[in-house]
């Protein structure tokens, strides 16, 4: 059974940084992708950053060029380093992974505020 344990998430002021880390329970190349994905109040979920097995990293629009995506393969963890926060980046974030012709897995979430 894979699980999925996300930290760092927090009270910060707009202009303000964080970093998510997601723990996983087995070695994180053994997934095809793993990301992060967001939920806002009243918003569907969607994918804010992944990386695939090879290296491979993919960022929604509105976080290119202040969020970054990476992993450290001795801890069998992923991290999300949230820079320049903005109010719109407020949201629950989930850690996320995939292995082929597997239902995805989640984490239990945690929460950012970025207060204007």
């Known amino acids: 059974q894979v699980q999925l344990v996300e930290s760092g998430g927090g009270l910060v002021q707009a202009g303000g940084a964080l970093t998510l880390s997601c723990a996983a329970s087995?070695?994180?190349?053994?997934?095809?992708?793993i990301g992060w994905y967001r939920q806002a109040p009243g918003n569907e979920r969607e994918s804010v950053a992944t990386?695939?097995?090879?290296?491979?990293?993919n960022y929604a629009d509105s976080v290119k060029g202040r969020f970054t995506i990476f992993r450290d393969s001795t801890k069998n963890t992923l991290y999300l380093q949230m820079n320049s926060l903005k109010p719109e980046d407020t949201a629950i974030y989930y850690c996320?992974?995939?292995?082929?012709?597997?239902?995805?897995?989640w984490g239990q979430g945690t929460q950012v505020t970025v207060s204007s």
């Open positions: 996320n992974a995939k292995r082929t012709f597997q239902n995805p897995y």
């Open positions: 087995g070695s994180i190349f053994s997934f095809n992708a």
């Open positions: 990386i695939t097995s090879g290296g491979s990293r």
